[in-house]
């Protein structure tokens, strides 16, 4: 467990090992919905993420068989003393999306409303056979807050996020996979979590700063114009180009030896 100078909820867990942190939503009884005690928690935990140079990548994931998150909790929304401090409350998703490490979500089962504006905000995302993602608010007489038109139009193409926003519907793994939500799709929940805690190493064995940087360059290119993001690749190469790291990088390359990154 990470020495952490705050209390987190019982149902978020929060692991720390060989540089990767892993946030885990811990109520599988109620789908993974997540509460405002939760909420504050997985932003808590993101803030430590980035404030901790132990962490390098993240993993995002669930516990139990049928959902990695449906959303909030409906019954908790009323707990908000106004609709202006619901508006006002710094978001989960918000979050986990200024995580400035790469992030990875592993996702077992549902992926419904909020839960999936969660998985949408991480970098990186696979899941298991048995995943449907869908954005289900319209049916309520709402729509989604924590950035799903936005993000399912960057990641699926405006035609089918219309098609997902406007009747609620959702998608199964095979199109998830088809469309992009996913880039692969496991059998089991084991052989998903095996495969992503390799990938999170992987990534941490990287140096961590072009690491980061590699994040913010993935960013600008989604976001800026062509040119704007270009010139702005060009910029964050040179600022890793004379890092300790990429020294350490050249000289264990010319010397054929593994390279040790430190972060500098």
């Known amino acids: 467990m990470a020495d952490l100078n ?9 692991s720390l090992d060989n540089y990767v942190a892993t946030i885990t939503l811990n109520r599988p009884e109620k789908l993974n919905a997540v509460t405002p005690a939760m909420s504050v928690s997985i ?3 993101a803030a430590f993420c980035n404030e901790s140079a132990d962490v390098r990548a993240v993993i995002l994931t669930a516990n139990g068989p049928k959902a990695f998150c449906c959303g909030s909790d409906i019954k908790e929304l009323d707990s908000y003393q106004s609709p202006w401090a619901h508006r006002m409350k710094h978001d989960h998703c ?21 839960g999936l504006e969660l998985a949408l905000c991480c970098d990186i995302r696979v899941s298991t056979a048995n995943a449907l993602f869908g954005a289900p608010e ?24 219309s098609r ?47 690491a980061q940087t590699a994040k913010l360059n993935m960013r600008a290119a989604v976001n800026m114009p062509l040119d704007q993001a270009v010139r702005y690749e ?13 020294r350490e990088g050249k000289a264990a390359f010319k010397e054929k030896r593994s390279p040790h990154f430190r972060g500098e």
């Open 6 to 14: 705050f209390e987190i909820d019982d149902n978020v867990q929060f």
């Open 43 to 45: 932003t808590r935990l």
């Open 94 to 114: 918000d979050a986990i999306a200024e995580i400035n490490k790469p992030t990875v979500c592993a996702i077992n089962g549902y992926a419904l409303g909020g």
């Open 138 to 161: 319209i049916k309520l007489g709402w729509v989604g807050g924590g950035g799903m038109a936005v993000y399912l139009n960057k990641t699926i193409g405006a035609s089918r996020a």
């Open 164 to 210: 997902m926003l406007y009747t609620g519907d959702p998608i199964d793994a095979a199109k998830g996979l088809e469309w992009g939500i996913v880039d692969e799709v496991f059998d089991s929940a084991d052989m998903m979590l095996t495969s992503v805690k390799e990938l999170a190493a992987t990534i941490a064995s990287r140096p961590p700063i072009a």
């Open 234 to 246: 060009r910029d964050l190469r040179t600022i890793c180009f004379y890092t300790d790291d990429a």
